[in-house]
């Protein structure tokens, strides 16, 4: 029975320990050793200087603001089918549809609009869509406005961004 | 009162106003940058006047002017005591900045026979006064936390009261040792004994010659001015802010620079009670007073060499990153400071040139050993609070029930035996 028995060895509490002041003499030379590091050369320091210096680890699978994409003619790839409305968890995509009368195809978004503020960025939305018109891959992480509805992107606004990492069309309707 | 002396009163008083209030905004700000070093992060470096950013000091002007300009907020639950409420910050602060008076930053000077002290309030018995005036800070702690109406604030106020009966007890008898072996309670006399050296080679500063007391001594002033490893009274983990969760706006801001003050306080009274105050190490005023040539000359030489080393440090970090396009005009600034330093450091070398080899004049030059031993002591003052933030941003906080084991079952038999072999020595020495 008593191999299974695995006995580990206490640190033994010595007068050291109990000094306390050793103790402390160690942990300031750690806080030291960096203070003065960092003091020497603070352009070694890692931190981004961000609004001068801009992210560059933004990955393809990152999830920006979103946009709509365009078919080869340059109209919406939407067909206003409710989908991303209907997965947001937070119910932030307001669609109208109308019906598509150039025969591209049969229905098309009238307005689309999309509250930022109630946006979780969570992707549902993209992953529900299944004519690949709506994707989150601008790379845009940081949104400002002075009035709150500056945040509620419109139709116009979300066809007008840019994809950074793939083509611009839309892969499932061309 | 002759003339010299009513200006010397003057230029103590205000030099020691200027140094406690001050330092507030420059402690606030190495607080911040010392920690962000720490923790491998830059701090704030942003706000500027004119593109002059100083390294970010004028960061803390910008909160002070945030706190004042904030909406005067009293909680409506507060009935009874409201003046009370609203005095309590106030008596910390002030209770700190008096303390801080007593605090010698030069040498006594002989001008034409009349020996004026540098010191913002001339007394002869500084220890006491602090210790008196020390101790009434904490009042303001107490009292604001209770009369907040909060559970938190209350806690917080009988934590501070129960820390203050642990750690006042050892302090008053490290301090007592330190009466003994000094035999005064004048700091500048405190100062003028540690000039000698001990054992031979050592500078004869409290901390060698009574080791034990000054440790005893900074744990204590560590616990009187609420700092890590001691802030049981705010700790934020467990009781929100602690005896200020109540207070807003200038109120909290009182007492935020209450602490600053209370530790700037702290320092100096370490300083001048164990390392050595003013003086220079081995070097009493007097050696230097008849050596003052040689003693210019090796000033002559270290100057330029320290304002060099500043300078390149300056240009090294005072910039931004390669890779970045604008640097907000902190190349403008690093020329300006080069400038301003080098023609600061011409200008100090010819008074020096001048009082070294064609003034013969003794006033003249005990003023100027009072000026470099004023800078010795503000060196020292920002080197102990520069360890008074680092042990901050080292240590993790006591729990509240280990500040008083420590202060009663270790620091105060600690102490009295140490008073006990302090006066066999002394007792014996005399004999």
């Known amino acids: ?174 | 009162m002759s003339s010299s002396a009513i200006t010397v009163v003057i230029i103590s008083f205000t030099l020691g106003t200027l140094l406690a209030l001050l330092t507030i905004p420059i402690l606030v700000w190495m607080e911040r940058r010392v920690a962000s070093l720490i923790q491998d992060r830059i701090g704030p470096n942003r706000t500027n006047i004119f593109g002059f950013r100083l390294g970010g000091i004028v960061q803390s002007f910008a909160d002070v002017v945030k706190l004042l300009l904030k909406e005067e907020y009293y909680p409506a639950h507060i009935t009874t005591g409201r003046w009370l409420f609203m005095f309590a910050p106030i008596i910390t602060f002030v209770a700190a900045l008096l303390a801080f008076m007593a605090i010698p930053f030069a040498d006594t000077l002989n001008i034409n026979g009349e020996m004026l002290r540098v010191q913002p309030l001339p007394i002869d018995f500084g220890v006491f006064w602090y210790m008196a005036i020390g101790a009434v800070g904490v009042l303001g702690v107490i009292f604001g936390g209770w009369m907040s109406h909060n559970k938190y604030a209350l806690l917080g106020a009988a934590r501070a009261g129960s820390m203050v009966i642990s750690y006042e007890l050892p302090l008053g008898l490290s301090i007592l040792s330190f009466i003994i072996t000094y035999n005064t309670v004048d700091f500048n006399v405190m100062v003028h004994f540690q000039t000698g050296t001990a054992l031979g080679f050592l500078p004869a500063w409290g901390i060698f010659i009574q080791p034990l007391a000054s440790i005893i001594l900074i744990i204590a002033l560590f616990a009187e001015t609420n700092r890590n490893p001691f802030t049981v009274a705010e700790g934020e983990s467990e009781i929100v802010a602690g005896y200020m969760t109540e207070h807003t706006a200038m109120k909290f801001a009182m007492y935020f620079m209450g602490e600053y003050v209370a530790m700037n306080t702290a320092s100096a009274v370490i300083i001048t009670m164990v390392f050595g105050g003013y003086q220079l190490p081995y070097f009493a005023t007097e050696d230097l007073l008849t050596h003052f040539s040689t003693f210019a000359v090796i000033i002559m030489i270290v100057l330029p060499l320290f304002i060099y080393g500043f300078i390149k440090w300056m240009q090294k970090n005072n910039r931004v990153k390669e890779t970045l396009s604008s640097d907000g005009g902190r190349a403008f600034e690093t020329r300006f400071f080069t400038i301003a330093f080098i023609v600061m450091g011409v200008v100090l070398e010819f008074i020096l040139l001048y009082l070294a080899f064609i003034s013969q004049s003794d006033l003249e030059r005990s003023i100027y050993i009072a000026v470099v031993q004023v800078a010795i002591f503000v060196m020292k003052l920002m080197l102990f609070n520069l360890f008074f933030i680092i042990i901050r941003w080292t240590l993790p906080r006591f729990r509240y029930d280990q500040v008083q084991t420590l202060g009663w079952k270790y620091l105060l038999p600690l102490s009295l035996v140490n008073i006990f072999i302090t006066a066999i020595v002394v007792v014996g020495a005399s004999l």
């Open chain 1, 1 to 174: 029975m008593s191999q299974n028995i695995k006995v580990t060895k206490r640190p033994t509490y010595t007068l050291k320990h109990a000094l306390y002041l050793p103790a402390i003499a160690a942990g300031v030379k750690v806080t030291f050793k960096h203070f003065f590091k960092n003091i020497s050369d603070i352009n070694a320091v890692a931190t981004l200087r961000y609004p001068e210096e801009q992210p560059t680890d933004i990955t393809q699978r990152y999830r920006g603001l979103h946009r709509l994409t365009h078919r080869q003619d340059g109209s919406v790839a939407c067909v206003a089918c409710f989908m991303c409305a209907t997965a947001c968890p937070s119910n932030c995509i307001f669609i109208e549809a109308e019906e598509r009368d150039d025969g591209v195809d049969e229905k098309r978004p009238k307005s689309f609009f999309l509250d930022t503020l109630e946006c979780v960025f969570c992707g549902y939305c993209v992953e529900a869509c299944p004519c690949d018109a709506i994707r989150m891959d601008t790379g845009i992480f940081s949104l400002t406005g002075n009035k709150r509805e500056d945040f509620v992107m419109d139709k116009e606004q979300l066809l007008s961004h840019k994809g950074v990492f793939s083509e611009e069309l839309s892969r499932a309707r061309f």
